[in-house]
């Protein structure tokens, strides 16, 4: 259920005031991982630039799984935030199944731009 209300409020994040961007960013500490994952996905590609959701996008960058972290160092490259890079390395190696996928090219196109200036 928590996971389904933190991916539906993230849906509409772009738009929120301060009460649903909190009630956001309390999610990604959720103690169960569907949670953290839904609203990781949910939000990574959204506009809001709420210091709040980039906090709470950087508190996922220890998820065991690799789509949390995959989401939460996509959502930092979205909001070209300084801690992009951390997220890069903290992210790890891209399992199979992964190389076709979105945000693994925005992370690799990157990392390519920033050894060719």
Do not use: I, K, N
Not at 19 to 24: E, H, I, M
Not at 44 to 68: C, I, K, M, S
Not at 83 to 109: C, F, I, K, N, S
């Amino acid at each position: 259920m928590r996971a389904r209300a933190g991916a539906a409020l993230g849906a509409v994040l772009d738009d929120a005031g301060p009460g649903r961007t909190d009630a956001v960013v309390v999610l990604p500490g959720d103690p169960v991982p569907a949670p953290r994952a839904a609203v990781a996905e949910a939000v990574a590609g959204r506009a809001v630039r709420a210091p709040a959701v980039a906090d709470a996008l950087d508190a996922l960058l220890d998820a065991e799984d690799f789509a949390t972290r995959l989401d939460a160092t996509y959502g930092l490259l979205r909001r070209q935030d300084p801690r992009t890079e951390e997220a890069v390395t903290r992210l790890g190696t891209v399992p199979p199944g992964y190389e076709d996928d979105h945000r693994v090219r925005a992370v690799w196109r990157r990392e390519w731009e920033r050894e060719r200036p």
